[in-house]
């Protein structure tokens, strides 16, 4: 399996941002895909997964409401909508494959991660 993160950049508070993962040579039992985030200096964070066959969904408490997780089959690709975003959104953020149902750990296959800026 591999994952290509791609959609950070620059953007000020309050503004928006889509993250694509594309999955090549995914197999049906890693159904499950997650976003996480790791911001400097701080552990890597859980902020949501989706499940390719059902499109059931998981968020993070501090995401819920402001970040949508979807995907689109065909393509192969999970997205992450981002809106109202904050500066302590700030981080890189990776996709992830786990073989396990939602919320998904642990996560066996990772992309390179997309840098997200959010400037105050």
């Known amino acids: 399996v591999q994952l290509q993160a791609s959609g950070g950049g620059l953007v000020q508070a309050g503004g928006s941002l889509r993250l694509s993962c594309a999955a090549s040579?995914?197999?049906?039992?890693?159904?499950?895909m997650g976003w996480f985030r790791q911001a400097p200096r701080k552990e890597r964070q859980f902020v949501a997964a989706?499940?390719?066959?059902?499109?059931?969904?998981y968020y993070t408490d501090y995401v819920k409401g402001r970040f949508t997780i979807s995907r689109d089959n065909a393509k192969n690709t999970v997205y992450l909508q981002m809106n109202s975003l904050k500066p302590e959104d700030t981080a890189v953020y990776y996709c992830?494959?786990?073989?396990?149902?939602?919320?998904?750990?642990?996560?066996?296959?990772w992309g390179q991660g997309t840098l997200v800026t959010v400037s105050s």
């Open positions: 992830a494959q786990s073989d396990k149902g939602l919320p998904g750990p642990p996560y066996d296959y």
């Open positions: 989706i499940s390719w066959s059902t499109g059931s969904t």
């Open positions: 040579g995914r197999t049906a039992s890693y159904d499950t």
